[in-house]
């Protein structure tokens, strides 16, 4: 008998075939939208961010040039034949230096994150090839093999049924013939070899006692019970 295949698994295949596709979907889309938060990301290092802080160095020299103006007017001024210790000019024209530097710094931090950055986006761009590619190529041949293994399940299965169909209302063949008269004649052996057994309360008593009949009174095979003279007889 040719081997059969199991082809019980067969919803099992044809529920985990859309579940690839949503998987390349969600995979897709979850790279895309990590390509699109490092581009974001480059570009305000590249420029959103620098462009701020280069305003702010500009307006901090502004700041700077426009606070020690301040304190040189505040300190040619004399009340009293006194000149003012001018502190709070003094304070405003260290505040606008710091702030000042603050902004050169961060101009300089920048440059060096958006170097970090690109190098960082390189790296993984290296790492996720594989992924992409398996999303680009190797899914799309893994659905088509998916589709293929469906229909030549969906073939083989109808055609095994059909021949099951056939075999079942087929007529029985030699063999099974012969196979049932040797079941049937095994049977009647049986039947034969079995010892008979009594049907009657006299062949039952003579079976037990072979040679004794029994005194019953009453006419040969009948069951009625015997008289009690008969009983008495019989016992002596």
């Not at 620098?50 to 040619?76: C, H, I």
């Not at 994150?113 to 999303?135: L, N, P």
């Not at 109808?158 to 049932?180: I, R």
């Not at 049977?187 to 006299?202: H, Q």
Request: aromatic residues 4%; contains cysteine; hydrophobic residues 40%.
């Amino acid at each position: 008998m040719s081997p059969r295949a199991n082809v019980r698994s067969l919803d099992s295949v044809q529920r985990f075939r859309p579940k690839v596709a949503q998987f390349e979907e969600d995979l897709g889309a979850a790279l895309t939208s990590l390509r699109q938060e490092i581009n974001r990301t480059l570009q305000w290092l590249d420029h959103d961010c620098p462009n701020y802080w280069q305003n702010q160095v500009r307006n901090g020299f502004d700041r700077v040039a426009e606070a020690r103006t301040t304190l040189m007017r505040k300190s040619m001024m004399t009340v009293a034949g006194h000149r003012s210790e001018c502190i709070d000019e003094k304070k405003a024209l260290a505040k606008a230096k710091a702030n000042l530097e603050l902004a050169q710094q961060k101009v300089q931090a920048c440059r060096q994150w958006s170097i970090k950055a690109h190098h960082a986006a390189d790296e993984y761009t290296a790492r996720v090839g594989r992924v992409e590619q398996s999303v680009g190529k190797s899914l799309p041949r893994i659905k088509v093999m998916l589709d293929r293994m469906i229909d030549a399940l969906q073939s083989y299965a109808s055609v095994e049924g059909a021949a099951l169909s056939e075999l079942d209302a087929a007529p029985p063949t030699a063999a099974q013939n012969f196979a049932a008269e040797e079941d049937a004649a095994q049977t009647a052996g049986a039947d034969a070899a079995r010892p008979a057994e009594p049907d009657t309360v006299t062949e039952t008593v003579a079976a037990l006692e072979p040679g004794a009949a029994p005194e019953t009174g009453a006419p040969e095979g009948s069951l009625e019970p015997a008289s009690p003279e008969a009983a008495a007889r019989a016992r002596s």
